[in-house]
């Protein structure tokens, strides 16, 4: 009964994956869902590739599988990954089911998983990565992820015993999951004129074994760093894989006292990050230095988070700033920041699906660093949407002068009260819910840079 | 005024430092004390005006009240002479009788406030919560894995309107004894709720002070008070 039940759960969740994708849908979540309904344990009984590398943590990960997959894919290798999105365990249901035959069996020899941490209670019991990479931990949304700690606990009890770990050796956090399981670390040199950041979040501060106040090294973000425990010898651990230099085309990583170079595919120091987590998973997956390498020439990381363009000499950039992820809108205000250019920021970060049904839970942007955003090379910040006073009250909590501040209830109108006069960027940092928004924002904007340039040639 | 921040680096989860920020600005003055979590609090030794904890992580809790412990008639002291104490999200727990989980661990808290607390860590609850203090409406997020309750006698600290309060139908949110405040509202509760912080800041001792950015502040708190009914309505 149970063997025709999952078959024809199988038969069922294949026939509406192949109407959604006629209907132009990715068919993620949804056919996993059903499929979960018809049959509980279709996880269980589905038959994955024989091979699963997979990457977890609270960012980076979807960027770090992007990159592996650009890789197996240059180098020819017969695999299945969860590219289009679905990173939980109805998405990793969809994706095994859209794959397998019609008895569950997936044929191919390799699957390329990007998974959420959180759902490890539901995944690993009945897919166990061969080869599992965690990114980092850090505070994310508190609705669904409460602490670092709790979702520490989580994969630290369902991470398979047989799982070699590849994890980051700059996050003394994650670096201690699963202490029984084979493990190698990656990291990244402290380099000569590297700016800090002192960040107001840092989710390690004190040994997790004994309490005591750690000693730091260095701090490169939030608690992302070389430390010790001077009580208790609690530390960084030895790297196998160590980013040493960056330069405008490659990266050079030392393996094993060897040095290599790959090509450079970002340079913002997450850029950094994945590139050398997605080196370290793919080496230790068992492909060369020549494969890597060259897979990496083809590979890139999602621009969908980033976009610019030049209207009327104004570099107008669209920054992806996750709203209820504290680290992630920090990385974004950090790379504004640090832009001595001339510039206005918008700041259009409401979350209009939590509008929606509820009033927004923003309290997270208290342990955003907003305070990067004081800069004297910020001319304006702009800030529109409903819950444009609660950000222009912390803007100014953030030290920002009022009168640089400008604010709008109105998604639309806020556009229209940038000043453009001596500037050389503008920077809209938007929500994922935001992107009409953002679009007629940019739109705006442009109209304004090209009126104010024809202005100045007559 | 003296302010005691007892361990900051460790008890700031969900924006919560929010709260100290937006204090720092509206007493500039004010002499800050950051308890580090190897340090003996300052409150043994000497008067403070205020004592604030943050909402924490659940092994962080546990080893708070173990540091705390050598305190504890002290805090009872305070509490009883009428020192000002703001805890905030679980850190209330720390103050009272003991956190029993669903799986039967748990911890005993430091016993100087009459709360019991039971967790389900399977089961995070999200909520909106408007309630009264005094005459005046309160506003905050709930993020949390426990429910609580009163024991007898012991006071609440803001009359629910909508929301969860201590516990599922409960009418009370927080605890209230003497001028110790505790609530389970997380975020920049100070900053979300003016008019609270003024009544907070003269309990302290501070007087009728003029808060930071107050016009800027009181908007954000009208609107969000209008939005929180709507929500309610949806």
Not at chain 1, 295 to 309: D, N
Request: proline fraction near 3%.
């Amino acid at each position: 009964m149970g063997n025709l039940r999952f078959y024809c759960t199988v038969l069922i969740t294949k026939i509406i994956i192949k109407l959604m994708k006629m209907l132009g849908r990715n068919a993620t979540d949804m056919p996993g869902n059903i499929a979960i309904k018809l049959c509980p344990d279709v996880l269980r009984r589905l038959t994955p590739p024989k091979h699963i590398i997979a990457t977890t943590g609270t960012n980076g990960k979807t960027s770090v599988n992007n990159i592996v997959c650009g890789i197996l894919e240059h180098n020819g290798v017969d695999f299945i990954d969860n590219r289009l999105g679905g990173n939980i365990a109805s998405g990793l249901t969809s994706i095994l089911i859209a794959k397998c035959d019609l008895k569950g069996v997936c044929h191919q020899k390799v699957a390329s998983f990007e998974i959420d941490e959180r759902s490890a209670i539901r995944v690993y019991p009945y897919l166990k990565p061969d080869y599992l990479l965690c990114t980092n931990l850090q505070r994310d949304s508190m609705k669904r992820n409460a602490n670092p700690e709790f979702i520490f606990n989580i994969l630290d009890k369902y991470i398979p015993k047989e799982t070699k770990l590849v994890l980051n050796g700059d996050d003394m956090l994650s670096g201690r999951l699963a202490e029984g399981n084979d493990r190698v670390y990656f990291r990244i040199a402290h380099m000569d004129g590297e700016v800090l950041r002192d960040n107001i979040v840092k989710d390690l501060t004190v040994c997790p074994k004994c309490g005591s106040d750690i000693d730091w090294e260095f701090v490169r973000f939030h608690h992302i760093g070389q430390g010790k425990c001077p009580k208790c010898g609690f530390g960084s651990p030895e790297c196998k894989y160590i980013l040493k230099s960056v330069d405008e085309e490659n990266i050079t990583i030392q393996t094993d006292g060897v040095e290599e170079k790959y090509p450079v595919l970002g340079t913002r120091t997450i850029d950094l990050y994945n590139m050398t987590a997605a080196v370290a998973l793919c080496r230790e997956f068992g492909l060369t230095y020549e494969q890597v390498n060259d897979g990496m020439k083809h590979a890139s990381i999602p621009k969908s988070r980033y976009q610019e363009k030049v209207a009327g000499g104004v570099q107008i950039i669209s920054m992806l700033a996750k709203g209820m992820n504290p680290i992630a809108c920090s990385s974004s205000l950090d790379v504004v920041g640090r832009d001595k250019s001339n510039k206005a920021v918008f700041v259009i970060l409401d979350d209009k699906n939590e509008t929606k049904y509820s009033s927004e839970n923003t309290a997270w942007i208290y342990d955003s660093d907003f305070e990067f955003l004081n800069e004297d090379s910020i001319k304006q910040i702009l800030v529109g949407g409903k819950r444009a006073m609660d950000y222009t009250v912390r803007l100014l909590v953030a030290g920002i002068p009022e009168e640089k501040i400008v604010h709008s209830l109105s998604d639309t109108d806020i556009a229209d009260m940038v000043n453009t006069e001596d500037i050389q960027k503008v920077y809209i940092l938007y929500d994922m819910y935001n992107v009409e928004q953002r679009d007629k924002i940019i739109e705006t904007v442009s109209r304004k840079c090209e009126e104010a340039a024809r202005r100045e040639s007559k | 005024m003296t302010i005691e921040v007892l361990y900051p680096k460790v008890c700031n989860l969900f924006g919560d430092s929010g709260n100290i920020k937006y204090l720092k600005k509206c007493l500039p003055d004010a002499r800050w004390i950051e308890t580090g979590f190897s340090d003996t609090p300052a409150f043994v030794s000497e008067n403070v005006d205020l004592i604030y904890i943050g909402p924490m992580s659940e092994k962080i809790q546990e080893d708070v009240v173990e540091r705390l412990m050598p305190y504890r008639e002290k805090i009872r002291e305070l509490i009883d002479n009428g020192t000002c104490f703001l805890a905030t999200g679980n850190a209330v727990e720390v103050f009272g009788n003991e956190v029993k989980d669903r799986d039967g661990t748990g911890f005993k808290g430091l016993g100087v406030i009459g709360l019991d607390a039971k967790r389900d860590m399977f089961g995070r609850l999200n909520n909106l919560y408007l309630g009264m203090y005094e005459d005046i409406e309160v506003i905050g997020f709930q993020s949390q894995f426990t429910t609580s309750y009163l024991s007898d006698g012991q006071q609440g600290l803001f009359k629910t309107v909508f929301g969860m309060g201590l516990h599922q139908g409960a009418c009370e949110e927080g605890v209230r004894k003497n001028n110790f405040f505790g609530t389970y509202l997380v975020g920049p509760l100070l900053v979300m709720n003016p008019l609270f912080t003024k009544k907070l800041l003269k309990i302290m001792g501070a007087g009728d002070v003029s808060l930071a950015f107050e016009d800027e502040v009181m908007q954000a708190y009208k609107l969000r008070v209008e939005d929180f009914k709507q929500a309610k309505r949806k």
